[in-house]
């Protein structure tokens, strides 16, 4: 069975501008959360869809978006990028009933 | 507010020894832990879980004790093995069923051969 995919896995944009991410769950999974991993603030809840709802959300300004499509795959948004945004952006994906969360690699962004 | 705290950012073992990892939380709503472990550039791997209504969970070399009166939890690796070197990050959630994690800051295990 195919893990989390997390596309890009690597990205550079510059402060202003707009990212999106995409990440593609374990097939049967209908739940994707987002995390941010930074170094001083470690791995930090963004927000969590099932079946394409927003049903959780971390403490992000509302730069920080997402959607999730009806095949439960999930995309995430920033926009006007700052210098305070590279991270590493984590994807994980559950059954979505308290099940164990499985993560993808992760996409680096880099923001200068 | 850290609400899940790893107060030891690093920890070294010989190999074969055991290896015990500690976390502490605040949130005495959080009912559902887990421990994750994490190589560079990958994303965390699931090792072991526990839920509040039981104190101890065992799977193979990893166990997760959970005393709810100290809200305190712990992982114990043995025998430890180089491949155990890694970050492992204990989380937390609330209301079984919720799938908002909330991490530790992570403990850097290294397995001295």
């Known amino acids: 069975k195919a893990g989390v995919t997390q596309t890009p896995r690597y990205l550079i944009k510059t402060r202003g501008q707009q990212v999106t991410l995409s990440c593609s769950p374990i097939?049967?999974?209908?739940?994707v959360s987002w995390y941010q991993q930074t170094p001083g603030q470690g791995l930090q809840f963004l927000f969590e869809?099932?079946?394409?709802?927003?049903?959780n959300k971390g403490n992000f300004p509302g730069r920080f978006s997402g959607r999730q499509f009806s095949n439960s795959r999930s995309e995430m948004n920033v926009s006007t990028l700052e210098l305070g945004d590279s991270a590493l952006y984590l994807c994980?994906?559950?059954f979505g009933s308290g099940e164990t969360q499985y993560f993808g690699p992760g996409t680096r962004l880099l923001v200068l | 507010d850290q609400q899940v705290k790893q107060n030891s950012p690093s920890l070294s073992v010989q190999e074969g020894r055991i290896s015990i990892l500690n976390c502490d939380y605040t949130?005495?709503?959080?009912?559902?832990f887990l421990w994750y472990k994490k190589y560079p550039a990958e994303g965390p791997t699931f090792l072991i879980s526990?839920?509040?209504?039981?104190d101890k969970n065992e799977d193979g070399r990893f166990t997760v004790f959970l005393n709810k009166s100290a809200k305190h939890l712990s992982l114990h690796i043995v025998p430890s093995q180089p491949g155990d070197s890694a970050v492992y990050f204990c989380?937390?959630?609330?209301?079984?069923?919720?799938?908002?994690?909330?991490f530790g800051t992570g403990t850097r295990l290294t397995i001295i051969p």
């Open positions: 097939s049967g999974h209908r739940s």
């Open positions: 869809y099932f079946s394409e709802t927003q049903r």
């Open positions: 526990i839920s509040s209504i039981k």
């Open positions: 994980a994906s559950s």
């Open positions: 949130n005495s709503m959080f009912d559902y």
């Open positions: 989380a937390a959630s609330s209301n079984f069923g919720n799938e908002k994690l909330t």
